[in-house]
């Protein structure tokens, strides 16, 4: 009798795919092993196999994945996307999953989704294990991974837009960055996020209160707006987005 890996589990595998194209794949996996033959786990086959689950049906369904740690994705861990998943279990916006295993802790819904000490013999130090329950096996609705990207995405934008601001900053004062009077995000200590509007402010900041006196070249800073129309419409977008952000909070 053939197995099958459950939709709700590919749909969590090709999320993860999706943010992490790149991912290593080496510690993947599905369908146990002989390892796993022997006890009861969401990795054998419910109808031919020990699982921990078993349903009405007569599929013979696998629902547990082993996913790889290593993501090969910057800015983007398997730790964020553990989290993410725990996060959405806690409020029971997630509710097909019976508890996830990653480097010695184990969340479930038993313990309502708590971190316990995980101390069975793999550690699952190089990947993260998901099981699923029966009763989500066919819903392949949205695991929100996607919101992991979008905001790694936000971060390298805001990281672009922050060489491109310190670029036109040495080119508008003749003291340039050199002077000390870099935009340094570290430096930044109002305690808020990694936001632009914040980086901006701190710009201003800087530029009002130079450490040295500096001189404006009026004709440098027109052509570097000039240069840089097309990255100026994407500040004034970030900025209003950020605001918008702010607003609906
Ligand atoms: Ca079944
Ligand atoms: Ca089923
Ligand atoms: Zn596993």
Known sequence: MTWVLTPAMRRLRAEVDAIAPQRDRSSDGSIGDQAHASGASGHNPDETGRAEYTDSDR???VRAIDLDGD??????????IVQQLVRRCRTGAERRLAYIIYRRRIW????????????????????????????GD???????LAELAQGKEDDMFDEKALAK???????AFSGGPSCGAEVDPGNNDRGKSNSIVN???????TASH????VQVDAAQVAAALAA????????????????SRRLAQ
């Open 59 to 61: 599929v013979n369904e």
């Open 228 to 243: 840089n129309t097309g990255f100026l419409a994407a500040v004034a977008q970030a900025v209003n987005d950020d605001q």
């Open 71 to 80: 993501l090969r994705t910057p800015g983007l861990t398997m730790e964020d």
């Open 210 to 213: 130079p450490p040295v006196a």
């Open 138 to 144: 066919e819903d392949t609705s949205s695991y929100h």
């Open 108 to 135: 479930g819904d038993g313990a309502g989704w708590r971190e316990q000490p995980y101390y069975g013999a793999n550690p699952h130090d190089q990947h993260a294990h998901v099981s699923g329950r029966p009763a």
């Open 199 to 205: 980086k901006l402010d701190a710009l201003l900041e």
């Open 165 to 171: 601001l310190n670029a036109l900053y040495a080119l």
